[in-house]
């Protein structure tokens, strides 16, 4: 039982490449989330995805993409990458989106530059 | 006004210590709290669900009084290994999503 898992931990990408960051859980788990942490500004919610075949808007969704590809998984895109997106990325998955606690994967850390 | 607002430290403490953490939410309509851990570098770990009751896990006690919209982690005899940063969570019950605080740093030191 793996948990939540996040690939690739690291990337550099430059000003204007995109790219896809992969998430999947093993927990059964329906609702999930991808969240963005900058030093100082604590996670912010990028998107999250309630249940299988639905997604919305977090507090920052300009500039990425979501795809629930299936209970399993829900993976970002970036674009056309920007500096302001340097950060590290963290996905989530919950029971359901009401109440429960919300468990983490590694995290991606990713520079653009 | 931040919606979770928290002590960003560093609290410094000697093993052995007692620290407590105080956290603040804006939305007098949450309904889910949580303290979560996350060490350097790494992913956020749910430490503790904070119950209206109080509920206690080992060292660790939280609290929340729902009156003054404020929940509380107080750690008792630190441990080297507490060294973290403690994130206070809330749930936003009219999207059900959760808000993190900026979080706390603890430091124990020998």
């Known amino acids: 039982n793996a948990g939540v898992t996040q690939t690739p931990k690291f990337q550099v990408l430059k000003t204007g490449q995109s790219m896809t960051l992969q998430c999947a859980q093993d927990?059964?788990?329906?609702?999930m989330y991808w969240y963005r942490q900058d030093p100082g500004m604590g996670l912010r919610l990028i998107y999250y995805?309630?249940?299988?075949?639905?997604?919305d808007k977090g507090e920052v969704p300009n500039g990425y993409n979501v795809s629930r590809l299936n209970k399993r998984e829900f993976s970002l895109r970036l674009e056309s990458a920007a500096p302001s997106q340097t950060s590290v990325y963290f996905c989530?998955?919950?029971?359901?989106?009401?109440?429960?606690?919300?468990?983490f994967g590694p995290g991606t850390r990713l520079t653009v530059t | 006004r931040k919606e979770v607002e928290q002590d960003p430290g560093p609290f410094n403490v000697p093993e052995g210590a007692t620290v407590a953490f105080n956290c603040t939410y804006s939305?007098?309509?949450?309904?889910?709290f949580f303290w979560y851990r996350q060490d350097c570098r790494k992913e956020p770990k749910l430490l503790m669900s904070?119950?209206?009751s109080g509920n206690e896990d080992g060292r660790f006690t939280a609290q929340l009084n729902r009156a003054s919209q404020y929940i509380s982690l107080l750690i008792r005899d630190s441990k080297l290994s507490d060294s973290a940063t403690y994130l206070c969570?809330?749930?936003?019950?009219?999207?059900?999503?959760?808000?993190f605080g900026s979080g706390t740093r603890l430091l124990v030191r020998p």
């Open positions: 969570v809330v749930n936003e019950k009219s999207s059900y999503k959760l808000i």
């Open positions: 904070v119950y209206s």
């Open positions: 989530a998955s919950s029971v359901t989106r009401t109440r429960d606690e919300q468990y």
């Open positions: 995805s309630a249940s299988e075949g639905t997604t």
């Open positions: 927990m059964n788990h329906n609702s």
């Open positions: 939305n007098s309509a949450s309904q889910s």
